[in-house]
């Protein structure tokens, strides 16, 4: 689940991000303690916090003083808009790399992709 | 708001007949958070904490704990709690009788988090310490260590003889309770791998001197191996700090001191060479160690698994 890519805050606000953007933690739902991150992940509690800041910081999560944290209204919405706007770079990019690179033209790219969805 | 360091050295110097073991180290270490004190063996670890323990005193410098030198000044004393790798307990002492003397010395400590180690390691607190195996001795340590809830706790390799089970709920409990009880954990290991992910900041010492001081997070992929056709790995590479050289025919595989963006992963990606993260272990290693010795290191730490 971690690994030495890059910072672990990072890696947590993204598995956080994730579940926001599955549903798993819903809007306005509570999203479990810093200290409950670390001992999940087993990692160290300031780095938990550090993830979860920056989420807040985004606005997709918000604090309720003495309770907890929370998935803001929106945030899903929000954290897709801004997938689909990585998408093209992310993973359209090296598909068609890939596809130049083996001699496969953007009709049998398409007609693969077809295929592939309805599988 | 500024906090009171809890650690503070200056300069600190240690000479053993003609071996220094420490060279001009000056540290200054934060409460509340979670130290490595990394380095290979006979790189000045254990002196460094036996100084700052007050078990030992330096030729040159100053050591502060909380502000005070800890040398046979007794309050700084009560703070610190010290778990050696080999730690020596009085011979004819039971187990429980070890936890004891350690509950009348610290005033945090907790006894119901002592018993809940005992039960999760297993451990016969009846049986005389002499008997115990070493994993056995070795989680006596960890277990005061961790119960004494000290200011300042120093694990100096507290695994020996530990299986890997064992090791795991040291781990997993040091997280849990530092969280509840945030305190200042220096940690010295050589299994850096397994403890990378608690560690908030690293400090590396080699022969007698600070080669790293920084937070881990920083250190996380500060540095990236690219692999591929030698004449463009060497095209993409640039002028880019060199911590490590493999070469296999026309392939090479180089790790490189570099935050590389997304714009330049693409553009390793078209090259066609292949991008892996660096361990903390494998920095620490690559970044600490020059040429022939720190070759020697990552093989003794390969042959080990």
């Known amino acids: 689940m971690i690994d030495d890519s890059k910072p672990i805050f990072m890696q947590i606000a993204e598995l956080i991000e994730n579940d926001i953007i599955s549903g798993v933690l819903a809007e306005e739902a509570q999203v479990p303690s810093t200290n409950e991150f670390a001992a999940f992940y087993r990692i160290n509690p300031a780095t938990a916090a550090k993830g979860i800041n920056r ?36 993973f359209i990019a090296p598909l068609t790399a890939e596809a130049s690179k083996l001699g496969i033209g953007v009709d049998e790219l398409v007609a693969m992709i077809k295929t592939g969805s309805e599988s | 708001m500024p906090r009171t360091t809890a650690i503070a050295t200056r300069e600190l110097s240690k000479t053993y007949k003609d071996v220094k073991a420490l060279d001009n180290v ?56 010290f778990i050696r790798e080999s730690q020596k307990y009085p011979d004819d002492f039971k187990v429980h009788q070890a936890f004891e003397s350690a509950a009348l010395f610290f005033e945090n400590w907790d006894d119901d988090l002592a018993q809940e180690l005992v039960e999760a390691f297993a451990l016969p607190i009846k049986r005389r310490i002499k008997k115990l195996s070493r994993g056995q001795l070795s989680a006596v340590g960890v277990i005061i260590g961790m119960a004494s809830r000290a200011d300042i706790t120093f694990f100096d390799e507290p695994y020996l003889g530990l299986d890997a089970v064992a090791r795991q709920i040291f781990y997993d409990r040091l997280v849990e309770d ?89 553009q390793a990606k078209l090259m066609g060479l292949d991008l892996s993260p660096v361990s903390l272990q494998q920095l620490v290693v690559r970044s600490a160690l020059s040429g022939s010795t720190a070759q020697r290191t990552e093989e003794r730490t390969e042959a080990r698994k």
């Open chain 2, 178 to 266: 530092f969280a509840e009880y945030p305190r200042t954990i220096v940690l010295s290991s050589h299994l850096i791998d397994e403890v990378a992910n608690l560690l908030e900041h690293v400090i590396v010492i080699d022969k007698g001197q600070i080669v790293i001081d920084s937070d881990a997070e920083e250190l996380r992929g500060t540095a990236v191996t690219v692999t591929g056709d030698t004449a463009k790995v060497q095209e993409f590479i640039g002028t880019a700090q060199v911590l490590h050289r493999d070469a296999l025919g026309a392939l090479a595989s180089v790790t490189i001191k570099a935050k590389l963006d997304a714009d330049q992963r693409e």
């Open chain 2, 26 to 81: 000056t540290l200054d270490l934060e409460p509340d958070r979670i130290y490595g004190l990394l380095g290979r063996n006979g790189a000045g670890k254990t002196t460094l904490m036996s100084i700052l323990t007050g078990q030992n005193y330096a030729d040159q410098g100053t050591a502060e704990i909380f502000g005070h030198a800890p040398f046979e000044h007794d309050p700084t004393l009560s703070r610190i709690c």
């Open chain 1, 55 to 90: 989420l807040v910081e985004d606005g997709l999560l918000y604090k309720k003083r003495g309770i907890g944290m929370f998935v803001t209204k929106g945030a899903p919405q929000r954290l897709r808009a801004q997938r689909r706007e990585k998408f093209q770079q992310q």
